[in-house]
């Protein structure tokens, strides 16, 4: 049980470091972006998921969890946006199903988070806040075996917003 968990964790981290690489490259022959669709109010926060299909296909956190890192840009000129671990919500739409995301390991299985080490735990854990002219990743977990295949698009419902904000792939650009 010991070794499983220590091989998950070691897992989780190699995926936060190739994600965070992904992140600052900007490129990767096979990543998948999935975007936020336009909202009329310019004041929401424009979110993103990016991550690289076979990173995406190849690892399984703990052989328990998918993780998505999803980046959230608040726009200059707003006030802060209040989050909730508790009262926000993140949804994997998958395979015509809705998966609830985790945004609070720590109380989902304190078991892993228990083996985790300081650094990944605070890379994890869920902001109180996201103040305006700030871009940030939150890493949400989800089951994996609720998730076979590649999302369709994700739901993330912020309480202090009063709504929920779909992020969905981009139509392929025409050649």
């Not at 956190?61 to 993140?90: C, H, N, W």
């Amino acid at each position: 049980m010991h070794a499983r968990l220590s091989l998950g964790l070691a897992v989780l981290g190699l995926l936060v470091a190739a994600l965070g690489t992904a992140f600052a490259a900007g490129s990767g022959g096979t990543r998948t972006d999935f975007y936020l669709s336009h909202e009329a109010d310019p004041a929401l926060p424009r979110l993103s998921v990016r991550f690289d299909g076979v990173i995406y296909a190849l690892s399984i956190t703990g052989g328990k969890y998918r993780v998505f890192p999803v980046m959230i840009e608040y726009p200059p000129g707003s006030s802060q946006i209040a989050l909730s671990q508790d009262e926000d919500a993140f949804t994997v739409v998958a395979d015509g199903r809705q998966v609830r995301g985790i945004l609070d390991l720590a109380h989902a299985d304190p078991a892993m988070w228990d083996g985790l080490d300081a650094r990944l735990r605070q890379a994890l854990l869920y902001p109180a806040a996201i103040a305006p002219d700030e871009a940030r990743i939150i890493y949400v977990l989800a089951p994996a075996a609720e998730i076979p295949s590649m999302p369709t698009s994700f739901l993330y419902a912020i309480k202090s917003l009063g709504r929920s904000l779909e992020l969905v792939r981009p139509a392929p650009m025409a050649d």
